[in-house]
């Protein structure tokens, strides 16, 4: 069965710091990678799109891909208060998504 | 951005009956819609796969007589759950995408429904 594999935490970290979330996924033939972030009783949103192994950089936010590996991270580099909520790392095959548990992000002022 | 409305954000209903949740893509004409329901701290669960004008694909152990979906167009997709009981109470959650089989581009997500079935 195809699976991503995330720890669901939380991961706590001060305001300023650098939040760092991880992702594994089962299915070698995934071909593209997402991070949504989703507050609490709301739907995801799309944070970072990945899709060649190496790093990818919007704004505060890096995602780096490790096909080898099957390995999925996300740095956030000056953590907000505002960025607490749940992670969702996700692999896309055959125009599908698998989601994994989601990472939920704590960051305290 | 890509914008998926889904209405309603919120029903509350009796048992038995049937409600019918919409989504919509505003500013893009989406090649495919999927439908998840997700319950409290869990994750995600991919309900089915809709594209316009074809039957909906069902995941495994979802009953599509219970879920019924349409792909009239588009940009529009419904989910009706019909004869809803309480486990049926959950977040329900359309997503719309340029994908197909050969290509893998971002799903964007609507509001969402919470479903709360008496």
């Known amino acids: 069965q195809k699976e991503v594999e995330q720890n669901s935490g939380p991961l706590s970290v001060p305001e300023g710091a650098i939040a760092s979330l991880n992702c594994t996924y089962s299915?070698?033939?995934?071909?593209?990678f997402f991070w949504y972030r989703q507050y609490s009783g709301k739907s995801p949103e799309l944070i970072m799109s990945?899709?060649?192994?190496g790093d990818k950089e919007d704004g505060r936010f890096t995602a780096q891909l490790n096909k080898a590996s099957q390995y999925v991270s996300l740095l956030i580099r000056d953590s907000q208060p505002s960025d607490s909520a749940t992670y969702l790392c996700?692999?896309?095959?055959?125009?599908?998504?698998?989601f994994g548990q989601g990472t939920t992000l704590q960051v305290k002022p | 951005g890509a914008v998926v409305s889904q209405h309603p954000s919120r029903v509350i209903c009796k048992s038995g009956t049937s409600v019918k949740i919409e989504c919509r893509s505003l500013?893009?004409?989406?090649?495919?819609m999927f439908w998840y329901r997700q319950f409290p701290k869990q994750s995600l669960m991919l309900m089915a796969t809709?594209?316009?004008?074809?039957?909906?694909?069902?995941e495994q152990g979802v009953e599509k007589d219970k879920f019924l979906i349409n792909h009239a167009s588009l940009t529009l997709s419904t989910l009706t759950v019909t004869s809803a009981h309480p486990e049926d109470s959950s977040f329900y959650i359309c997503?719309?995408?340029?994908?197909?089989?050969?290509?893998?581009?971002?799903?964007?997500f609507g509001d969402g429904t919470r479903l709360s079935i008496l």
């Open positions: 996700a692999s896309g095959t055959a125009g599908k998504l698998i």
């Open positions: 299915d070698r033939g995934s071909q593209s």
């Open positions: 990945i899709y060649s192994n």
């Open positions: 500013d893009f004409q989406a090649t495919t």
């Open positions: 809709s594209n316009e004008g074809s039957k909906a694909t069902y």
């Open positions: 997503s719309a995408s340029f994908s197909s089989v050969h290509s893998n581009q971002p799903q964007h």
